[in-house]
C-alpha cells in the first residue's frame, strides 16, 4: 500500500514543488531541522520519494527554488539537495563501499547474537522514547524526517550498540525513498565511517529542542564508541558518459532509476517502442515497491505521449524478452537513463554483454546534471558545494 501522504505521480510531484517553492527561502532554513510529528506540517518538502526515482528531478526542483529565491537565500535548501547529488556521485567513484556494506549487512544477519535486539529495536519496543516512535513511523508511513533518521541512527549505533549495517538495511526495506547512495552513506556518516572520526551523537536536549518537546528520552549515550569500518574506499575513475545515435532507431528502456526520460531524451530521438521495468527485485520493500507500481502507471501513460510510440510494463530482467521486443520494434540499440549504483545498475551491467552479442546494444545516458556534479564528489561535501554556484548559473539556474 503507498503512504497516502505520497501520491505517484508526476503531476503530484509538481504540485508539491509549487506549493513549496515560496517557502524554500528562509521558512526552510529556520525550520528545516524540526521534526513536528508525522500529522504535522513542518518546513521540509517532502519530495525526496520524487526525486529518488526522478519523477521529478534535480534540475526541476531547483529551477523552481531559484524562480522564487536568490542563491543566498536558498541556499539551504539548494545544498539539502546537493547532498543527494553528492553521496551519488561519491558512491559511484567508490563502488567498493556499497559491496561492502551488503558483506557486513549479510554478516551481521547470519551472525550478531542477539537477534532479539535486533527485532525489538525494529518494532520499536525498546524503551527509549522517541526512537520507538520512529521505528513504528517508519514502518507504517515509509518516511522520517531527517533529522529523526540521524536520531534514530545514532540511538540504534551508540546507545543500543547494534550493528549499523543492520539499521541501514531496516531503513532501506522500509523507506519509501530508500536509494543505495543516500542511505548507506548517511548511516556510515554518523558512525563515524564517512568522515573519519566524526561521528554523531544524539542528545535528549536537541531531540527535545527539535521536537518541539514530543520527546525528551532518557539513557542516552554520551559517548560515541566507532564501529569497525570493513571498507577501505579506492577512488576510482567515474565511468565515462556514453553516447548515443540519435538517428538509429533505439528502444527506451525505463526503470525506476529515473522515471522521466522525456527530460533525457528530445522529441527527435527516434524512439520507436518502450519497456519500462517494474522488477520488484530491484527494490527493497514493499513501501518502495507499491510507489513505484504506482509511478510506472503513471510513466507508461507519459512516455506514450511524449514519443509517441507503444510502451509496454516489464515485470523482470527478462533479456530473452527485452532482446525479442527490440527486434520486434527495427530497434538498433537500447537506451535507458544512467542508474547508479545499486540493484538497477548490477542488473544492467549483467544483461549488457549479452545484449551486445545479440547485436542490440545498451547505452546508459548520463544526465547533465550529474555529469556536471559527480566528478567533483572526490572529497567531503565542503569543497564540492564550493562549485554549486558556478555551476548552477552555467546552466542557467541562477543569477
Same mark, same amino acid.
Given at each position: 500500500?503507498?503512504?497516502?501522504?505520497?501520491?505517484?505521480?508526476?503531476?503530484?510531484?509538481?504540485?508539491?514543488?509549487?506549493?513549496?517553492?515560496?517557502?524554500?527561502?528562509?521558512?526552510?532554513?529556520?525550520?528545516?531541522?524540526?521534526?513536528?510529528?508525522?500529522?504535522?506540517?513542518? *518546513?521540509?518538502?517532502? @519530495? #525526496?520519494?520524487?526525486?529518488?526515482?526522478? /519523477?521529478? &528531478?534535480?534540475?526541476?526542483?531547483?529551477? =523552481? !527554488?531559484?524562480?522564487?529565491?536568490?542563491?543566498?537565500?536558498?541556499?539551504?535548501?539548494?545544498?539539502?539537495?546537493?547532498?543527494?547529488?553528492?553521496?551519488?556521485?561519491?558512491?559511484?567513484?567508490?563502488?567498493?563501499?556499497?559491496?561492502?556494506?551488503?558483506?557486513?549487512?549479510?554478516?551481521?544477519?547470519?551472525?550478531?547474537?542477539?537477534?532479539?535486539?535486533?527485532?525489538?529495536?525494529?518494532?520499536?519496543?525498546?524503551?527509549?522514547?522517541?526512537?520507538?516512535?520512529?521505528?513504528?513511523?517508519?514502518?507504517?508511513?515509509?518516511?522520517?524526517?531527517?533529522?529523526?533518521?540521524?536520531?534514530?541512527?545514532?540511538?540504534?549505533?551508540?546507545?543500543?550498540?547494534?550493528?549499523?549495517?543492520?539499521?541501514?538495511?531496516?531503513?532501506?526495506?522500509?523507506?519509501?525513498?530508500?536509494?543505495? *547512495?543516500?542511505?548507506? @552513506? #548517511?548511516?556510515?556518516?554518523?558512525?563515524? /565511517?564517512? &568522515?573519519?572520526?566524526?561521528?554523531?551523537? =544524539? !542528545?535528549?536536549?536537541?531531540?527535545?529542542?527539535?521536537?518541539?518537546?514530543?520527546?525528551?528520552?532518557?539513557?542516552?549515550?554520551?559517548?560515541?564508541?566507532?564501529?569497525?569500518?570493513?571498507?577501505?574506499?579506492?577512488?576510482?575513475?567515474?565511468?565515462?558518459?556514453?553516447?548515443?545515435?540519435?538517428?538509429?532507431?533505439?528502444?527506451?528502456?525505463?526503470?525506476?532509476?529515473?522515471?522521466?526520460?522525456?527530460?533525457?531524451?528530445?522529441?527527435?530521438?527516434?524512439?520507436?517502442?518502450?519497456?519500462?521495468?517494474?522488477?520488484?527485485?530491484?527494490?527493497?520493500?514493499?513501501?518502495?515497491?507499491?510507489?513505484?507500481?504506482?509511478?510506472?502507471?503513471?510513466?507508461?501513460?507519459?512516455?506514450?505521449?511524449?514519443?509517441?510510440?507503444?510502451?509496454?510494463?516489464?515485470?523482470?530482467?527478462?533479456?530473452?524478452?527485452?532482446?525479442?521486443?527490440?527486434?520486434?520494434?527495427?530497434?538498433?540499440?537500447?537506451?535507458?537513463?544512467?542508474?547508479?549504483?545499486?540493484?538497477?545498475?548490477?542488473?544492467?551491467?549483467?544483461?549488457?554483454?549479452?545484449?551486445?552479442?545479440?547485436?542490440?546494444?545498451?547505452?546508459?545516458?548520463?544526465?547533465?546534471?550529474?555529469?556536471?556534479?559527480?566528478?567533483?564528489?572526490?572529497?567531503?561535501?565542503?569543497?564540492?558545494?564550493?562549485?554549486?554556484?558556478?555551476?548552477?548559473?552555467?546552466?542557467?539556474?541562477?543569477?
Amino acid at each position: 500500500m503507498i503512504p497516502e501522504s505520497f501520491p505517484a505521480t508526476r503531476a503530484a510531484a509538481l504540485a508539491r514543488l509549487t506549493h513549496f517553492a515560496p517557502r524554500a527561502g528562509q521558512a526552510y532554513a529556520s525550520g528545516r531541522n524540526t521534526d513536528p510529528g508525522p500529522d504535522q506540517v513542518g *518546513a521540509v518538502s517532502k @519530495l #525526496s520519494p520524487y526525486l529518488r526515482y526522478r /519523477l521529478i &528531478t534535480e534540475q526541476d526542483v531547483i529551477g =523552481a !527554488t531559484l524562480g522564487r529565491h536568490s542563491l543566498p537565500a536558498a541556499e539551504k535548501y539548494v545544498q539539502e539537495v546537493l547532498w543527494r547529488t553528492y553521496w551519488k556521485g561519491w558512491l559511484e567513484m567508490r563502488p567498493s563501499v556499497w559491496t561492502q556494506f551488503q558483506q557486513e549487512r549479510d554478516h551481521q544477519r547470519d551472525s550478531f547474537p542477539n537477534a532479539r535486539a535486533i527485532r525489538g529495536a525494529e518494532a520499536g519496543e525498546t524503551g527509549i522514547e522517541g526512537f520507538d516512535d520512529w521505528a513504528r513511523e517508519l514502518v507504517e508511513t515509509g518516511y522520517l524526517h531527517n533529522h529523526a533518521r540521524m536520531w534514530f541512527a545514532s540511538i540504534w549505533i551508540f546507545t543500543l550498540r547494534l550493528p549499523w549495517a543492520l539499521g541501514a538495511d531496516f531503513f532501506l526495506r522500509h523507506l519509501v525513498d530508500a536509494d543505495a *547512495a543516500s542511505n548507506t @552513506l #548517511s548511516w556510515r556518516w554518523v558512525a563515524g /565511517l564517512q &568522515t573519519a572520526g566524526k561521528t554523531y551523537l =544524539a !542528545t535528549s536536549e536537541n531531540i527535545a529542542r527539535f521536537t518541539n518537546g514530543r520527546f525528551a528520552p532518557k539513557g542516552l549515550a554520551t559517548t560515541a564508541t566507532m564501529p569497525t569500518d570493513m571498507a577501505s574506499p579506492e577512488l576510482r575513475p567515474l565511468p565515462q558518459a556514453k553516447f548515443f545515435d540519435a538517428n538509429k532507431p533505439a528502444y527506451l528502456l525505463m526503470t525506476p532509476e529515473d522515471l522521466h526520460p522525456e527530460s533525457v531524451f528530445g522529441a527527435s530521438t527516434k524512439i520507436i517502442s518502450t519497456g519500462v521495468l517494474r522488477d520488484p527485485e530491484t527494490l527493497w520493500g514493499n513501501n518502495a515497491r507499491a510507489f513505484v507500481e504506482a509511478a510506472t502507471e503513471d510513466a507508461v501513460e507519459r512516455v506514450g505521449q511524449a514519443f509517441k510510440c507503444p510502451t509496454t510494463v516489464l515485470c523482470n530482467f527478462d533479456t530473452a524478452a527485452l532482446i525479442a521486443q527490440a527486434r520486434a520494434a527495427g530497434a538498433e540499440q537500447i537506451i535507458t537513463p544512467y542508474a547508479p549504483i545499486g540493484p538497477v545498475a548490477d542488473a544492467l551491467t549483467r544483461i549488457a554483454p549479452i545484449l551486445a552479442a545479440e547485436g542490440v546494444p545498451l547505452v546508459q545516458i548520463r544526465r547533465a546534471w550529474d555529469g556536471n556534479f559527480w566528478p567533483l564528489a572526490t572529497k567531503g561535501f565542503f569543497p564540492f558545494k564550493e562549485h554549486i554556484p558556478k555551476i548552477l548559473k552555467d546552466m542557467g539556474l541562477s543569477r
